[in-house]
């Protein structure tokens, strides 16, 4: 249930200054610059709506861990009788212009950390409403305001006889009537004539309406579930980012009671995290660069999806679920006792895939083609273990991935998929079941092979560690076939067999000219020769192969390239023969015939 008051803004922030009123731990950092501060304080000064604040009363089953709004330092410990749920900016940066006997850390319009006190001008203030925002003042933590690269002072308010002669009346004591009045004698005292009449008319304008200032304010009740609390701070919550369900475990697994007795000390769900992906990253850079942030590659979401996908599975093998899933509410609803459980367990499972993905000739990010179809994999690999270690269970799992590449099986909706993939693959690897249907509704068209140009597209970074996997052999590097472990080294990307520059001359007989047909993996060396007619820098390169032209002949047929279309210059006949080549490659990896191009109706059939 839920209840709407109206609470004065005093009492709102004697709250967060007490610790009653806190933040639950998944909310990001207060972060509002110095413009929208003095717009916040203007809009209080005037009495004009702040918008309604959205709190969530403890002592439910949600139990989070919580966190003092920025500056708030009450004494000891104490336990938060609300969590705010959305008002945070407006709030934290009230309390601090408004509350805290300090300057505000704010920033300026170029996002450069400052300190700012706020001031109210009150000859200003006691004009036209619409002026309201040009009387609220900020000052830096000296108080003194300078220009002409800090050479010249146009003011200074270090005093309160400087505050007083400047009519600038400091707003951090607005709710401390004793300052407030020890202030106003010495304003009055400077220009008892002028100064009298002004400060009735502040008074008045600006502090009566500061200190009756109310703000309407939501109560969930105790009782409110973690879905729901996730779902309605998503719907209020003005700061346009969306609650990542990772932050939100994190505050609850933090403010789990029952680990917290056990070992006196609360769950650190990002340390246990950056341990796993460190581990994980460092051994195989498939599953992304530390460097750039842990959630590259490998993400902390996928890894959550494995252990709800695993847990479900359980829960459904023991009758207490009804499917396999790993939607939000999931993941939501993932106990610490089992994350703590199964994690291991995922790690040692993504630890699997990742030598499982080398075998594959797959090993950096960028020639991964789906991250997504790492999720079950793992989950089925810790649920069967080492029942995946067989001869047959390989060739299992290795047509199941190869068709979810090259069928391109991946690339919508994924979370139905993950739920029918664990399901089906469980029971055909264990038990000699149907294949899953990710294996028996792929299909590969031969006429895609035309259309993949990009990595953007999964079968085309698949064909091309099928090249590697099935022994091509680098045009420099002649000694031996590419290894995963030599792509780095040798510079290994994706080039054009038939350079660019050839087909400026109309050479292309009407065929694609830049699809993965005319592209194959070699390092950088080979292809720094590779300029000009295919004829011509063949040459060069059997000349410092050191190689008979039959045995370089070889070289080029271990990447499904028909050696005299290259000699010849002849891109029909080359374009026509690897693309059948191609075909078979994929034929083979997906344990089921390409879809021919080319055939009469009949014989398609």
Not at 78 to 104: C, E, I, K, N, Y
Not at 373 to 380: G, I, T
Not at 395 to 416: A, D, P, R
Request: charged share 25%; aromatic share 10%; proline share 5%.
């Amino acid at each position: 249930m839920a209840a709407l008051d109206n609470v004065k803004l005093k009492d709102v922030l004697a709250d967060v200054a007490s610790g009653s009123l806190q933040l639950p731990d998944f909310q990001r950092n207060w972060k509002w610059d110095d413009d929208r501060i003095r717009a916040i304080i203007a809009t209080v000064t005037l009495d004009y709506p702040l918008g309604v604040v959205m709190t969530l009363q403890t002592g439910g089953a949600t139990r989070f861990r919580s966190r003092t709004l920025t500056g708030a330092r009450p004494e000891g410990d104490p336990a938060a009788d609300l969590l705010l749920l959305d008002g945070q900016q407006r709030l934290t940066s009230l309390f601090q212009a408004l509350w805290l006997d300090a300057p505000v850390e704010t920033a300026d319009s170029r996002n450069k950390p400052i300190q700012r006190w706020y001031y109210v001008d009150i000859a200003k203030a006691v004009g036209p409403s619409a002026d309201r925002d040009e009387a609220i003042v900020s000052v830096p933590a000296d108080k003194v305001l300078r220009t002409d690269f800090n050479r010249t002072v146009v003011l200074d308010l270090s005093s309160t006889e400087a505050e007083c002669a400047a009519g600038l009346f400091p707003l951090h004591f607005v709710f401390d009537a004793q300052r407030v009045n020890e202030w106003k004698k010495a304003y009055i005292k400077a220009d008892e004539d002028r100064n009298w009449d002004l400060w009735g008319q502040f008074d008045e304008a600006v502090l009566q309406q500061v200190r009756a200032f109310q703000v309407p304010m939501i109560r969930l009740g105790a009782a409110t579930s973690m879905d729901a609390v996730c779902a309605v701070f998503e719907r209020v919550n003005t700061g346009g980012v969306p609650l990542n369900v990772f932050e939100l475990l994190t505050a609850t697994y933090a403010g789990d009671r029952d680990y917290v007795d056990q070992t006196g000390d609360y769950y650190q769900l990002p340390e246990v995290w950056r341990e796993i992906k460190q581990a994980l990253a460092h051994k195989y850079p498939v599953f992304g660069r530390i460097d750039s942030g842990l959630e590259n590659g490998l993400s902390s979401i996928d890894f959550l999806q494995a252990i709800a996908l695993v847990r479900t599975w359980e829960r459904k093998q023991a009758g207490l679920g009804a499917t396999v899933s790993c939607k939000r509410r999931d993941l939501l609803d993932l106990p610490l006792v089992d994350f703590v459980r199964l994690a291991p367990k995922l790690a040692d499972a993504f630890a699997w895939v990742g030598d499982f993905l080398e075998q594959q000739c797959i090993v950096r990010p960028a020639d991964l083609p789906y991250k997504t179809q790492l999720v079950p994999l793992a989950a089925v690999r810790a649920i069967l273990d080492t029942a995946m270690d067989g001869l047959g269970a390989e060739e299992k799992i290795e047509q199941w991935f190869w068709c979810g590449v090259l069928g391109e099986m991946y690339g919508g909706s994924t979370e139905t998929r993950f739920t029918k993939d664990v399901e089906q693959l469980v029971p055909w690897i264990a038990q000699d079941e149907r294949a899953p249907e990710t294996v028996t509704e792929a299909f590969f068209f031969a006429d895609r092979l035309d259309t993949l140009t990009t990595r953007n597209s999964a079968a085309y970074k698949g064909i091309y560690a099928l090249l590697i996997k099935q022994g091509a052999v680098d045009w420099h590097h002649t000694d031996a076939p590419l290894s995963p472990g030599r792509l780095d080294e040798y510079g290994v990307d994706i080039r054009q067999v038939f350079p660019k520059t050839w087909f400026r001359r109309g050479n292309s007989e009407g065929l694609p000219t830049s699809s993965i047909v005319n592209k194959t993996p070699l390092s950088y060396r080979a292809a720094m020769d590779m300029t000009g007619a295919p004829s011509s820098y063949l040459s060069t390169m059997i000349a410092a192969s050191d190689m008979r032209p039959e045995w370089f002949d070889d070289v080029l047929a271990t990447h499904l390239i028909d050696p005299d279309a290259l000699r010849e210059n002849d891109y029909e006949r080359f374009y026509r023969d690897r693309s059948k080549q191609l075909q078979d490659l994929v034929h083979s990896a997906m344990g089921k015939k390409t879809m021919l191009r080319d055939l009469p109706e009949d014989d398609a059939r």
